[in-house]
């Protein structure tokens, strides 16, 4: 297996992860994601996020369009963990554990 993205330092990997989760992630967050919420071990195949808070208004569009009868007042994740298979992409399955999360919902009005 090839190793991704060889002789990049570990601070260089993790502001390029940065930056891909902020771009999908982004709208979704109260705050920008700082380095201390990221640890990430590629090789293992694993990346973690610590103490998010969710942009409510974001989030409750998405349950609007789905016609969720709740909407999000406010949230918080107290930590989101991906992990990869990289030597079985493809037939196994990635996994995503949250901890933490925690949501005020009320009926919509």
Excluded: I, N
């Excluded at 949230?75 to 933490?100: F, I, N, Y």
């Amino acid at each position: 297996m090839r190793r991704w993205a060889p002789g990049w330092p570990e601070a260089l990997k993790a502001r390029a992860a940065r930056y891909a989760l902020e771009r999908s992630l982004g709208p979704f967050l109260e705050e920008r994601l700082r380095l201390e919420q990221l640890s990430l071990d590629l090789r293992g195949g694993t990346g973690t996020l610590r103490h998010l808070r969710l942009r409510a208004a974001a989030v409750d569009e998405l349950l609007a369009a789905a016609g969720a009868p709740l909407e999000l007042r406010e949230g918080c994740v107290g930590s989101v963990t991906v992990s990869v298979p990289w030597a079985a992409l493809g037939t196994e399955p990635c996994g995503l554990r949250l901890c933490g999360l925690r949501l005020a919902l009320g009926p919509r009005e």
